[in-house]
């Protein structure tokens, strides 16, 4: 591998842990592997979200909304565990065409970009949820 060829893979590599930090630590943060591996509610109410956006926010929510929410995410845990499956796998693609000699641009981008759609679609499905577990929790409210 040449000098430029090592310092690519590195640059995707680093590119590839930040992007799917920041969607991976969403997901961490807010308990989901801990549901998806059936161990919700061993926990504190406040632990989901706690320091998303550096402060505030989910321990400010009352504790029927976090843990409607939790609720959200026990549900629909075969969903959700589907969607994290699909971003391994896309990373796992994406390193493989990192890796590939002669080095394919295009492939990379390509593989690039189906990371950035299976993250987006993690997303998307469990902002979905909070906004269902929000709108449960306000119908609920006194």
């Not at 320091?51 to 400010?60: A, E, L, Q």
């Not at 909304?65 to 026990?74: C, D, G, H, Q, W």
């Not at 590939?100 to 993250?119: G, K, L, N």
């Amino acid at each position: 591998m040449t000098g430029a060829g090592r310092v690519a893979l590195w640059v995707v590599l680093g590119a590839s842990l930040l992007a799917n930090a920041v969607a991976l630590g969403l997901v961490l943060r807010m308990g989901a592997l801990r549901d998806l591996a059936g161990g919700l509610g061993s926990g504190n109410g406040g632990a989901i979200g706690e320091g998303i956006g550096g402060g505030g926010g989910w321990s400010d929510l009352p504790a029927e909304t976090r843990s409607a929410f939790r609720a959200e995410l026990v549900a629909n845990r075969t969903d959700l565990g589907a969607l994290l499956l699909d971003l391994r796998q896309a990373r796992t693609a994406m390193f493989a065409a990192a890796a590939a000699r002669p080095f394919d641009r295009t492939a990379v981008a390509a593989a690039q970009d189906r990371v950035r759609a299976a993250s987006a679609a993690l997303q998307v499905r469990t902002q979905a949820l909070m906004l269902e577990a929000f709108e449960k929790a306000a119908e609920a409210a006194p």
